[in-house]
């Protein structure tokens, strides 16, 4: 969700397709929160017109189920994708090699320690499937469980227009100056077109395809393999050191000095978080996987293999060129500098992988895209209208709010200043961040009170585990920059209307319960309202000037 292939296209379809003949046959998907263990009426969150004939909300077991291979792949495919050809050119643009080595260390250990959150919970909490919303619904409430469905799914939207920026970005290679940055009017339109052909695509059911995910993967692997092996080959020593801690006004190398190299590694956060986004695509579709020690197995391996990649590619370019050439680069820069480093078929391999693999992601990716809200509103966070599916069993409604908030995402993309790119991977990044952290809470919570004597983790190493990624989100937010964080603030307090009329048509005649907000929801709810208006105001004047 790098954004990227988020998931695994075979699994994930799958997973949907499921979804979807459940809904079609009237029950409820079974990716819902665990509603009978909040002691509320499972009722009061099926709202009216929900055919309660059927009592069952269990996964269906008939469907294929995944194992250990399969979910490692998952978790690759999760996390590399379209990111990673921007990847030299992104870290870059924010430090030298120095600055990138010690960003690279804060990354992997931070990220290991929100990966092994996830290991954590899954192994713990076996019965809380798919994860991030699960965990918030069960840990911290209805409100804040949809702060986090409705936080991902945005999250997710920017993403997809991101995908767009860079595909255009991608064709201007072969149209130069037609699709300049992604956001040209050209880009923009052609952008459009992707999102609503795939929009009809996915209103015809879509199928697990064997061979568009083959393809899809073979295409995104093999040319960052070849791109790996052209760097070493053409590494020099002496290109790499120059420069290392960065470069003065003048052309000078300059020597280590703490407060500037932080400043670089901050400016990378946004970055590293953008290309680990999916560290949790195991979990996400836990509800599928074989076995649970599974699912923690395979977020282990897929993020080091990963991270091992990532490494690679943003550093072995600064033996071949130095930082600030590659910082100034278009993007994707990995073909950029194949291009300049071993001719014009090197920039036709990657460009060619680079609309080949996002474009064999973009429509499962919509597909589950649109499953969030599916799924929120069977819990009564989201309003009922979402549930509706056509006659294929595609979640109509979703997909089509969906498709339409991306299409006017696409449009503001247009008129952003600078790099499109850069700033919806920023956007991306920042309203992932309290999807991230509260998990990470959750983990910090459940380690507090009774943990199992039989449990494989110590509730020391858990309770280590939770805190540590705790602060390490933190510090991602911190590092995004008030600009980023305004910008979020505005955002999730767009979303408060969604869960309000999501509540009021949950509710049933005869309940007692009839608040849409607990006390505690209503301090959260003016925190965010507050917020909001604090990021409004904020941006409003930025800018007016």
Not at 143 to 148: P, R, S, T, W
């Amino acid at each position: 969700m790098s954004q990227s292939t988020r998931f695994d296209q075979n699994t994930l379809v799958m997973n949907a397709s499921s979804a979807a003949r459940k809904q079609g046959a009237g029950v409820a998907p079974a990716i819902h929160a665990d509603n009978h263990q909040h002691g509320e009426d499972h009722n009061k969150y099926h709202g009216p017109g929900v055919d309660k004939s059927h009592k069952s909300d269990k996964p269906n077991t008939s469907a294929k189920q995944v194992g250990l291979i399969g979910l490692v792949g998952v978790v690759i495919s999760a996390m590399v994708g379209g990111g990673i050809y921007s990847l030299p050119q992104n870290m870059s643009a924010s430090a030298s090699a120095g600055g990138q080595i010690i960003a690279w260390i804060i990354t992997g250990v931070g990220m290991w320690f929100i990966a092994n959150t996830f290991r954590i919970l899954t192994r713990e909490r076996p019965e809380l499937k798919n994860g991030l919303y699960t965990y918030a619904y069960k840990g911290f409430g209805k409100f804040v469980g949809f702060l986090v469905a409705y936080g991902y799914w945005i999250c997710n939207c920017f993403s997809l227009v991101a995908y767009g920026v860079l595909i255009m970005s991608t064709l201007n290679f072969f149209f130069p100056g037609t699709f300049a940055g992604g956001n040209t009017v050209w880009a923009v339109l052609g952008a459009s077109i992707i999102i609503w052909l795939m929009f009809l695509l996915t209103l015809r059911g879509t199928k697990s395809n064997v061979a568009l995910n083959v393809i899809g993967t073979i295409c995104k692997i093999v040319p960052v393999l070849i791109f790996i092996v052209a760097m070493i080959t053409m590494f020099e020593l002496g290109t790499f050191l120059h420069g290392f801690w960065g470069m003065s006004a003048s052309g000078q190398p300059l020597h280590f000095n703490l407060s500037n190299v932080m400043d670089q590694v901050s400016g990378t956060m946004m970055v590293t978080l953008w290309l680990f986004i999916g560290v949790e695509g195991a979990v996400v579709i836990s509800g599928s996987a074989k076995s649970q020690k599974d699912v923690s197995k395979a977020t282990t391996f897929g993020y080091l293999a990963v991270l091992f990649m990532y490494v690679l590619v943003s550093l072995l370019p600064l033996g071949v060129y130095n930082y600030q050439t590659i910082g100034g680069m278009s993007n994707p820069s990995m073909a950029v500098i194949m291009d300049k480093a071993v001719g014009s078929w090197g920039g036709i391999v990657v460009n060619a992988g680079v609309i080949i693999s996002v474009l064999s992601a973009w429509l499962v990716w919509l597909v589950m895209l649109s499953q969030m809200p599916l799924f929120a509103s069977y819990d009564g966070i989201f309003p009922k209208i979402f549930r509706k599916t056509n006659s294929r069993g595609a979640a109509y409604y979703s997909l089509l709010v969906s498709a339409c908030i991306c299409q006017v995402l696409l449009i503001i993309c247009h008129f952003v200043p600078g790099d499109a790119w850069s700033h919806m991977i920023s956007i991306t990044s920042v309203m992932s961040m309290p999807c991230y952290l509260l998990c990470c809470l959750f983990l910090w919570k459940i380690a507090r009170g009774q943990w199992k004597a039989t449990s494989q983790f110590s509730r020391t190493y858990a309770l280590v585990t939770g805190i540590i990624g705790t602060f390490f989100s933190l510090f991602l937010i911190y590092s995004a920059g008030l600009h980023y964080l305004m910008l979020a603030c505005i955002i999730y307090a767009i979303g408060i209307p969604i869960f309000m009329v999501g509540r009021k048509q949950c509710e049933q005649p005869g309940l007692k319960d009839r608040r849409i907000f607990t006390p505690k929801e209503r301090v959260l709810l003016v925190l965010v309202i507050c917020a909001g208006i604090v990021g409004l105001v904020y941006t409003a004047s930025g800018l007016l000037h």
